[in-house]
Structure formats: C-alpha cells, structure tokens
C-alpha cells in the first residue's frame, strides 16, 4: 500500500468523523430547539404539562446515542450561564454529559406520567431551562440576560 493511499484513507476517515459529528450536533440542536417551541407553544394553549412531556421529540437524541453520541464536545463555561446560579452545577460538564442529562430528565418524568406521579408546572419549568441551557450551550452563545 503507498503512502498516498494511507494518506487518502486517514484524511477521508476523518472527514467522515467530523461530518458525522457536525451532523449530529445540527439534528440535536434542531431537535432540541423544536422543542423548546413546542413547550411554549403548548403551554400558550394550554395544553397539560404532562401532554407536553409525552410529546417531546427524541428521535435525534436516539440516533446520536445508537451512534456513540458524536456531538462538538465543549465544556459549559461561566459566560454562557452568566446571571443564572442555578447552572453553577453545571459548570465544566461536556457537551455529551449536558445532553444526557437532559434527555434523562425526559425519559424520567415520562416514567413519572405514567404511574401517576408528576409535579408538572414545577418539573416542566426546570425541563425548560435545562433545555435552554443545552440549547444556548451546543450553539456555542450565551444564555439571554436575565431581566430583574
């Protein structure tokens, strides 16, 4: 084999690997942002939290786990949580870890719904900021200032 061909092969195989990552991150981010509108969307209608919860999408997110979760890995930093304390537990977490959390926040409170047991304005208000954190978090920008 030439050097060029391994050359070729390495290069192309990194390619792939960043593409498959850029890839998945989008179709996070999509999945997420969709998300967050259908939340408010919802509750503008005033449809029960916990027809809301049953109706988040997670198909992204269960594509991306069936592939290894490549996402843009980055640490969550003080700037982007800047005025909201209630991240600090967050702070430093990758990316990967940010996004499991989430989606563990979804499937439990979907196990909640259904066995009866379920604060919903409570637990849908802290799925909503954790949403928008992660959000904010994979487009690389920080959260809004928070209004006094």
Known sequence: MSLWKILFDFVDKERTKFDNVRHDTHALQFEIESNIH???????QEISAADIIKGLETKAFEHAMSSGLRIR???LSAKTIEGYKEFDKYLDEPSD???????????VLRKLINVGKFD???????????????????????LPKAKN
């Open 38 to 44: 259908f939340i408010v969307d919802g509750l503008a």
């Open 73 to 75: 890995q980055a640490r």
């Open 97 to 107: 870890v940010l996004v499991k959390n989430l989606y563990m926040k979804i499937t």
């Open 120 to 142: 919903q304005e409570r637990k849908l208000k802290a799925l909503f900021r954790l949403m928008m954190l992660v959000h904010f978090h994979l487009a690389s920008k920080s």
